[in-house]
């Protein structure tokens, strides 16, 4: 039996620039890739171990600005620091919180992704 995956959509002005962030900033890879036709709207699947988002050009794929959290197995720390050093936009500074040790980044359509270690 495959696992359950969840893979949020995240909307995206131009999917290959925001590609291209995820990747150098964030350590994303690029798994898929879709266009219903030459020169409609891009669809790129990426992932960061488990975590997989959708960025997508479609307009009804949602709006621009929303907030996805991951807990991550990573130390947050190191993670916080090596995004910094890419260049990401880090929009929340490390700050522990009652259920995670965390911090966000805007990508570049403002878009929020945290990243937090859980805490027992």
Not at 28 to 38: D, G, L, N, P
Not at 52 to 63: I, K, N, P, S, V
Not at 76 to 83: A, I, P, T
């Amino acid at each position: 039996m495959m696992p359950e995956l969840c893979m949020p959509y995240l909307r995206v002005k131009n999917a290959l620039a925001s590609l291209d962030h995820y990747e150098r900033c964030l350590g994303f890879r690029k798994v898929s890739e879709h266009r219903f036709a030459t020169g409609l709207p891009l669809c790129i699947g990426i992932e960061r171990g488990e975590l997989r988002f959708l960025l997508t050009e479609h307009t009804g794929d949602g709006a621009f600005g929303i907030c996805v959290y991951c807990y991550i197995n990573d130390n947050v720390d190191e993670y916080c620091h090596q995004c910094r050093a890419a260049g990401a936009h880090i929009s929340q500074e490390l700050e522990d919180m009652s259920w995670a040790r965390d911090f966000g980044v805007k990508d570049i359509d403002g878009n929020v992704i945290r990243f937090g270690n859980r805490k027992e």
